[in-house]
C-alpha cells in the first residue's frame, strides 16, 4: 500500500515532526481502509461475506460501545440487506471525506513545508505557493475531470 510507505518513509526521515499532519495522515490512511473494506463487501460473494463477518466479530472487542456501535453501523445483529445499504451509503460518502483530508493534509505540509532526505535546509531553492503551485494543481485537476 503506497500511503503505508508513505507513512513509514516520513517516519524514517524525521518528517512527523508535524504531530497534526501526522495525525491527519494516519487518518486519511483509515478513511482509505474502511472505503475499500466496504466497498469489497458491496460484491457480497462468499468471501466478501465472511469478510465482513470476520470484522462483525471484531466489533464486541470495543470497550463499553462494541455491542451498540456494532448495531449501529452493521444495522443488526448480522450481516444482512441492511449492512449492505448503509455499506453503500458510506462507500458513497466515504471518498469525500478522503478527498477532504488529502486537502487538509496538503495545506498543512505547504503551511509547515516539507523535509528532504539528506535533511538539508533548502530554503533558497523554494517557490511560493499560490501563483506556481496552485496553478499548477488547478491545471491538474481540469485535466483529469471527466469528459462529456
Same mark, same amino acid.
Given at each position: 500500500?503506497?500511503? /503505508? ?6 517516519? @524514517? @526521515? /524525521?518528517?512527523?515532526?508535524? &504531530? &497534526? ?7 486519511? !490512511? ?21 469478510? =465482513? ?7 464486541? =472487542?470495543?470497550? @463499553? ?14 450481516? #444482512? ?18 478527498? =477532504?483530508?488529502?486537502?487538509?493534509? =496538503?495545506?498543512?505540509?505547504? &503551511? ?10 533548502? #530554503? ?11 496553478? !499548477? ?12
Amino acid at each position: 500500500n503506497c500511503i /503505508g510507505v508513505h507513512i513509514v518513509l516520513c517516519l @524514517y @526521515y /524525521g518528517t512527523n515532526l508535524c &504531530e &497534526e499532519m501526522c495525525f491527519i495522515g494516519v487518518g486519511l !490512511k483509515q478513511s482509505v481502509v474502511v472505503t475499500v473494506f466496504v466497498g469489497y463487501v458491496l460484491t457480497w460473494g462468499p468471501m466478501s461475506f465472511l469478510g =465482513a463477518t470476520v470484522i462483525k466479530k471484531l466489533q464486541p =472487542a470495543v470497550p @463499553y460501545l462494541g455491542n451498540m456501535l456494532g448495531q449501529w453501523i452493521w444495522g443488526g445483529f448480522s450481516v #444482512d440487506n441492511a449492512t449492505l445499504t448503509r455499506f453503500f451509503g458510506f462507500h458513497f460518502f466515504l471518498p469525500f471525506l478522503v478527498v =477532504a483530508t488529502t486537502i487538509l493534509h =496538503a495545506l498543512f505540509l505547504y &503551511e509547515t513545508g516539507s523535509n528532504n532526505p539528506l535533511g538539508l535546509n533548502s #530554503d533558497a531553492n523554494k517557490i511560493s505557493f499560490h501563483p506556481y503551485f496552485f496553478y !499548477k494543481n488547478a491545471m491538474g485537476f481540469v485535466v483529469m475531470l471527466p469528459g462529456p
